[in-house]
C-alpha cells in the first residue's frame, strides 16, 4: 500500500489501516484478500469522509491473491472512490502523461524487462512534460513470489 496526500493524513492513516487489517485477521483467523482489503479500505475513507477528520489521502493497493492466483491492483482517492482490479495504475499530475503510453504499448503478459522498457518511456515523457523536476522514482514489483523494491530509477 502506497499512499500519497497530506503528510500528517498519510501517516495516520496508514498506521491506522495496517493495524485494523491485522487486528481482523486475529479476531477471524484469516487475512483479507487484496481485493478485500481494497473494499475496506474504500469504506473507510469513504465514511471517515462524512466526519470532520477525514483522510485526505489517495491510495495505491497491490497485492497476490492466492486463491484466485493473479495479482491485484487498485486505488481509492480521498473521496472514497476505488478502482480495483487494473493492469496499471499512476497518481498525481504525471500519471496523465503516462496513461497514453500505458493504453498503447501495455500487454498482458509482458515479461520483467519489457515492463520497465516501458516505464522509463513513461518517466521520460513525464520528465519531458511536467514542471517540477523530480528527482527519482521508486519501483515495486508484487508477484506471486512476493513484495520487491528495485533500485530507485534515478532521473
Known amino acids: 500500500m502506497m499512499c500519497i496526500g497530506e503528510e500528517g493524513d498519510v501517516a495516520q492513516f496508514g498506521d491506522w ?9 486475529i479476531r477471524n483467523g484469516y487475512e483479507l484478500c487484496p481485493k478485500s482489503a481494497h473494499h475496506w479500505i474504500r469504506r473507510g475513507i469513504a465514511e471517515a469522509l462524512r466526519t470532520e477528520d477525514y483522510y485526505a489521502v489517495d491510495v495505491l493497493l497491490g497485492g497476490y491473491d492466492d486463491k484466485e492466483n493473479k495479482a491485484f491492483l487498485g486505488s481509492v482517492d480521498y473521496l472514497g472512490n476505488g478502482l480495483d482490479d487494473q493492469p496499471y495504475l499512476f497518481r498525481g499530475f504525471c500519471g496523465r502523461f503516462c496513461y497514453a503510453i500505458m493504453d498503447r504499448e501495455y500487454k498482458k503478459n509482458m515479461t520483467e524487462e519489457e515492463g520497465m522498457s516501458l516505464l522509463n518511456k513513461c518517466i521520460a515523457e513525464a520528465k519531458r512534460r511536467f514542471v517540477a523536476n523530480l528527482p527519482g522514482y521508486k519501483v515495486v514489483i508484487i508477484d506471486k513470489n512476493g513484495y520487491r523494491q528495485l533500485t530507485d530509477i534515478k532521473v
Open 17 to 25: 489501516t495496517k493495524r485494523n487489517i491485522r487486528l481482523y485477521a
